[in-house]
Structures are given as structure tokens and as C-alpha cells.
């Protein structure tokens, strides 16, 4: 079965950083693309950004709204994934969702097949 | 701003079939894929791709694509349905991910 674990939310002041945990079980953690998507309170969805599995370079992508702040990295012999959220606003706050992707053959599609529970990241001061 | 937008309500009477659709420039490159998100829990993939339903996920849920419009139909709605729907592709640039706004679905 496979089963995603998000961790290291919480309580976090304005300009801190955090940094969220995802871990894995259940499937070959390394063959797959991971993303992070967050959900505002009361708001719709907004993905945060993805790392690709090694054989695809491990590089990374990221929403406009996070890109040079966020940082999403991988260590596949745990089977984690990781977001470090640096300089982090208010408008942060949200639940955070880790995800498995996936993708189709020729790249038409891309879709999030797992998600975890989520884990709440509060900023305020 | 999304770049995918989807009505925010919608409504159908028990038993009758509802059209969810979701609009973008990149629909017209990429196929859409579909999450139903009850209150207080994540959100679960229920179509992806041109037309597939991972397992589990009942087969009244389908979709369908023309031009820049993606839609997901519940032929048969349930009580059990109601839900709000996100529906997600890449952007137009083919690089990113991109999340429509949600319709909150209501099952009369």
C-alpha cells in the first residue's frame, strides 16, 4: 500500500524558514517524480513544485510564487522528499500536501496519484 | 491567478448527470486530470489522461476534452459525490503544473 507522510509543520514567524519532510512507503520511492501542492485555508489547490526521479536528473520546478525561496530536494535511499521553505510570508500559510506524480508516456498528462495527509505550516508573528 | 479556470458551483438533482469543466490555452496541448476533495481530507485523483480511472474510482466519473475545455461528467450523481473538483495540468509553457480555482459540487 502505498503511503505518503508529511511532517515538520507548525508555527513559524515571518522571514524563519521550515523545512517539511515527506516520507515514503510502499513503492520504489526512486522511480518517481515527487511534488509539493499546498491548499490556503479555505482555498482551492496550488502546486508548489516538483523534483524528478534521478533518471530524469533529480532537477526541480517550481511556482512562480515560491521559486527562489523553496527548495525541494530528495534522498532516495530513505525514501524522503523535503521542501525548505526560507524567507516565509504570511501568505504561506496553508496545509501542505506531498504527492506522488505521474506522468504520461509522451508528457500530455501530468497527474498526482498519492497524496499524503497533509501537514499545516502557519506563519504569523 | 490560475491558469485553468472552472465554474465555482455547481449543482445536480440525485440520480441526474453533471458536466464539471475546466478552461486553459494549455488544455488545448495537454489533457487535464481530475481530484475530488471531501471537507477535511486530501484530495483524490479520480480521471487523468484522456479518459482513465485509477482504480477504485467508480465508473460513472469520465472525461473528455475539446479544444481548451476539459470536462469531468458524473453520470448517475451519488450524495457520496459531492465534493469540490480540482482539475490540474501543465502549463502552457509544458514546464509547470497549474491547478484550477475548484467547483464545489452540490448533490440536490
Known amino acids: 500500500e502505498v503511503q505518503l507522510v508529511e511532517s515538520g509543520g507548525g508555527l513559524v514567524q515571518p522571514g524563519r524558514s521550515l523545512r517539511l519532510s515527506c516520507t515514503a512507503s510502499?513503492?520504489?520511492?526512486?522511480?518517481?517524480?515527487m511534488s509539493w501542492v499546498r491548499q490556503a485555508p479555505g482555498k482551492g489547490l496550488e502546486w508548489v513544485g516538483f523534483?524528478?526521479?534521478?533518471?530524469?536528473?533529480?532537477?526541480?520546478e517550481y511556482a512562480a510564487s515560491v521559486k527562489g525561496r523553496f527548495t525541494i530536494s530528495r534522498d532516495d535511499s530513505k525514501s524522503i522528499a523535503y521542501l525548505q521553505m526560507n524567507s516565509l510570508k504570511t501568505e504561506d500559510t496553508a496545509v501542505y500536501y506531498c504527492?506522488?506524480?505521474?506522468?504520461?508516456?509522451?508528457?500530455?498528462?501530468?497527474?498526482?496519484?498519492?497524496w499524503g495527509q497533509g501537514t499545516l505550516v502557519t506563519v504569523s508573528s | 491567478s490560475s491558469e485553468l479556470t472552472q465554474d465555482p458551483a455547481v449543482s445536480v438533482a440525485l440520480g441526474q448527470t453533471v458536466r464539471i469543466t475546466c478552461q486553459g490555452d494549455s488544455l488545448r496541448s495537454y489533457y487535464a486530470s481530475w481530484y475530488q476533495q471531501k471537507p477535511g481530507q486530501a484530495p483524490v485523483l479520480v480521471i487523468y489522461?484522456?479518459?482513465n480511472r485509477p482504480s477504485g474510482i467508480p465508473d460513472r466519473f469520465s472525461g473528455s476534452s475539446s479544444g481548451n475545455t476539459a470536462s469531468l461528467t458524473i453520470t448517475g450523481a451519488q450524495a457520496e459525490d459531492e465534493a469540490d473538483y480540482y482539475c490540474?495540468?501543465?502549463?502552457?509553457?509544458?514546464?509547470?503544473?497549474?491547478f484550477g480555482g475548484g467547483t464545489k459540487l452540490t448533490v440536490l
Open positions: 489522461g484522456k479518459n
Open positions: 523534483i524528478r526521479s534521478k533518471a530524469y536528473g533529480g532537477t526541480t
Open positions: 504527492t506522488r506524480d505521474g506522468e504520461s508516456i509522451q508528457g500530455l498528462t501530468y497527474y498526482f496519484d498519492y
Open positions: 510502499g513503492f520504489t520511492f526512486g522511480d518517481y517524480a
Open positions: 490540474n495540468s501543465r502549463d502552457s509553457s509544458g514546464n509547470l503544473v497549474v
